[in-house]
């Protein structure tokens, strides 16, 4: 079964189109690494496939159903989210713990009663993550790396089916990275999910990814194997730059071959 | 995020209904205000959703009976009672204080079969309920 499935997405704001004409299938447990420039449509991309957001054409198909506004919230209890791009516009005085427990109603808020294991689950998710003692304050009154604990916890509040994690890692801590990171391998190694993992930092790339897409512009550059999305070559055409690219033990890594760097009569001033 | 009034629709909501019914008897347990049933835009590109949302607080808030946030509020008040110690002493940390008071008030009298989802009941209190309810639970 197709877990998503795109056909045509499209989204159009003004003149411009923030996705084009993506056609994308995800199938069960076949994990995903989403790469792209600042701005390309991985956020958006990823939250319209979710239906926190509307699209303008095409159609998306979560879990085998068509996604519409009537059952947006029953699918999304099945996803894991995590994107701090998107859900820090969501959040603001709301508690860590409420919002961890809004995963299980599919929306943002508490939408009926909550069980004891609702509340030890959740209280449970934030101490592993670190955050117990601040899991009643206020979201805005948390630092990045501790909102983004947050975020982690919330994702993993229901068995998700689907774990959507958009650069889940930002404003952590190495421990706190490589803590998350080892997590979500035992995660992957020991149930059904599948993982769909956007980032810019490519030795977060663990092997258990096997395939990837590279966006651009709010079109899909390229997809498929990832060692074939990956290549040197198609990494070379996309950041039109000679790219280096391949495994270092069992992490992946990216660079640029060419040394680069800002012209230095700009911050010199002397383009003035 | 805009919050807008809550047209007579639903938005992917399969307890639109239970939601009204929860907005006219709780009130936000951090400030005691009432909750509204809003439809909440989280993102100029569509991104729309059905919450109960405080307007004082700006929150999206489940609440609390109002009889539960009143006492609640007078335990905070008079006894002193300070969960967020390492917080610095003013309106939030007071607030917070109520809001943690009033979960656990909550939790206590559903437990003793007086509270549930339509509000406060006029039983006595049943520890056998809460027993059993343990009991269930394990």
Redesign the interface.
Known sequence: MNIIETTDLS?K?GSKY?LQDINWQVREQEHWVIFGSNGCGKT?LL?TVC?????SQGSIKLFGEKLT??????LRSQVGFVSAS?LD???????GF?IVL?AKFG???????I???DVIRARKLLQAFGIA?KG???YC?LSQGQKQRVLLARSLIVAPKLLILDEPLNGLDIYARDYFLNTLQQIVAETNVTVIYVTHHAEEIMPFFTKAMLLQNGKVFAQGDINEVFSEETLSRYFKHETKAGWQGDRFYIGIGEELRMDSSIWKGECL | MFIGAMANKTYGSYDHEELIKRAKHCVCKRCGGPLTNSLIIYDIYGGVGEELYCPHCQKQEFGVEKEIYDMAEYYVENFQFNYFYDMEENDVNFELNVAKVADMMSWILKNLNLLDDNGLKDNKPDYEYYLRRRRKNK
């Open positions: 989204h704001q923030l958006t939250s239906g926190y957001r509307a699209f506004k009537e059952n947006a919230v029953a998107y516009r969501c959040f603001h005085n709301e508690s409420d809004s929306g943002f808020g508490r939408r009926s009663d069980t004891d294991e003692a009643d304050y206020p009154m």
